[in-house]
């Protein structure tokens, strides 16, 4: 269901005391206006999406936010074409959280899941994820 969906995404980003590192190739402004909100007014948003998937309504989102929320932190970069598949939200640059669908369509057509990574390969993916941000290049 996607309400169920929704307020999964809702309380993993609450808990947010620093960062939160949204990754989707397909991010839109739908992740600003549904999702950004919940996220602590001292963490920031880092929302990195790929040059070749991410949607247009993406940076207007962002920028629009900024001007009505000067206080906060929000951040969009996009990879290079094809670096980006998965889908991920991480908190504080150590919880990681896979999300089974683009956050956009999560649990639209079919249900959708998201899970916490507590393997020794969450790890790895913060710091591949943070490489990436690193590397990207700014879309607002």
Partial sequence: DKD???SA??????????EVLIVDP???????????IAVPEAASVLLLADAKSVKASLAPAVNAFRVQYPTRTIQARVTPVGDLHDRYIIIDSK?????????KDLAARSPGA???DETELAALKVAHFTSAWDTATALA
């Fill in 4 to 6: 169920l969906a929704y």
């Fill in 95 to 103: 919880e990681v959280w896979s999300v089974s669908q683009s956050i």
């Fill in 26 to 36: 397909y991010l839109d402004a739908r992740v600003v206006t549904d999702f950004t």
């Fill in 114 to 116: 998201i899970m916490r």
């Fill in 9 to 18: 995404i809702l309380r993993v980003v609450e808990a947010a005391v620093s």
